[in-house]
């Protein structure tokens, strides 16, 4: 998720786990152990492209990693804040629930996270939430800005931390709920429309949990749909992209060429540029959330050959300024007619 959503939620982790005890340090400590994962962007400095994106989510994110910062930290507090009524253990414990909840909730995300490292270098990703998703942050950002202003011990400012939690929580699980109906959904398609499926994906769409991609891999090209809880139907129309597999050849040999196709989990496409090869990842699509041909993706390296040298390098693309780009997803957002 975002700074901001991971920020708000080690907030209001801190504030149930010591707020009571040291008030609103534990907001604003929780808040800044929440980000302390993503810290692992500072490290992109010293990688390639290719291996800044496989880092990233990595050893930061990991379970292993909770478990050893957080006695860490925990001493480190102590010792700052010894009249406190924290003690070793209540710190230790803090830290360990705010800087954990940041991995568990990536998962939900589609990007992949190393949880179970160093066991595994697998990404675990449940791909039911939206990166940036308001109705899951709002209720926490306000829940905490208005804690700030009650008695740390009042029973008011508990019940509504928790209760914005609670919020969050089951709307996580209602993302759940909404992926496996879509995925019902994409799977009736697949039958009534013949498609050989090699393996499919659904995801949802920028800042909202109504709209879902559909992602089908048939030999060598990618079927692309939506499907928006309001549709009136459940018949998905697909948007035919090629992959064109024939264009990595020639790198299959190499090293970061591999790791790159293992990040993509094989959804993506090839094309050829003035300059090189580009692979676009699927999985997180245009910069506009629509598979618009017109529009960069959020993920695309140029495979650079020539007889100097040999490189992979991410093409660094902008968000569209203007609310045109995000014109088609916001009208699909409102459903389909059966007439369409």
């Not at 975002?2 to 209001?12: E, H, N, R, Y």
């Not at 997180?284 to 100097?308: A, E, H, M, N, T």
């Not at 088609?328 to 369409?340: H, I, T």
């Amino acid at each position: 998720m975002d700074s901001v959503t991971q920020a708000a939620l080690g907030a209001v982790v801190g504030e149930l786990c010591l707020g009571k005890k040291i008030g609103n340090k534990a907001i604003v400590y929780g808040a800044i152990a929440g980000t302390i994962p993503d810290l692992d962007v500072f490290l992109d400095h010293f990688y390639n492209d290719v291996e800044a994106v496989i880092m990233h989510r990595s050893f930061s994110h990991s379970l292993v990693f909770a478990v050893f910062m957080a006695p860490f930290l925990g001493y480190l507090l102590q010792r700052i804040y010894h009249r406190e009524d924290a003690d070793f253990k209540d710190w230790s414990w803090f830290f360990f629930w705010t800087i954990v909840t940041h991995p568990v909730l990536d998962i939900f995300t589609g990007y992949g996270t190393q949880f179970l490292w160093p066991f595994t270098t697998y990404g675990i990703e449940l791909n039911t939430i939206s990166i940036v998703d308001p109705v899951f942050t709002l209720p926490l950002l306000i829940g905490v800005i208005v804690a700030l202003f009650l008695r740390r011990t009042g029973k008011k400012r508990r019940w509504i931390i928790a209760g914005v939690l609670a919020f969050s929580t089951s709307y996580l699980l209602l993302t759940c709920v909404n992926k496996l109906y879509i995925q019902s959904v994409a799977k009736e398609n697949m039958v009534t429309q013949q498609i050989k499926v090699n393996k499919y994906m659904t995801s949802p769409t920028l800042l909202n949990n109504i709209l879902w991609s559909i992602v089908i891999h048939e030999e060598n090209h990618f079927l692309v749909g939506y499907y928006s809880l309001f549709d009136q139907d459940r018949k998905i129309d697909f948007k035919r992209i090629p992959q064109k597999p024939e264009l990595l050849e020639p790198y299959l040999k190499d090293e970061e060429v591999q790791q790159l196709k293992q990040f993509t989990k094989g959804f993506y496409t090839l094309q050829k540029s003035d300059k090189g090869i580009v692979l676009n990842d699927l999985r997180f699509g245009p910069v506009s959330g629509w598979f618009d041909p017109d529009q960069p993706y959020i993920f695309s390296f140029l495979i650079r050959d020539s007889k100097k040298e040999f490189n992979i390098e991410r093409i660094e693309v902008e968000a569209p300024r203007d609310m045109e780009a995000f014109e088609p997803l916001l009208e699909r957002l409102k459903g389909k007619k059966k007439s369409d």
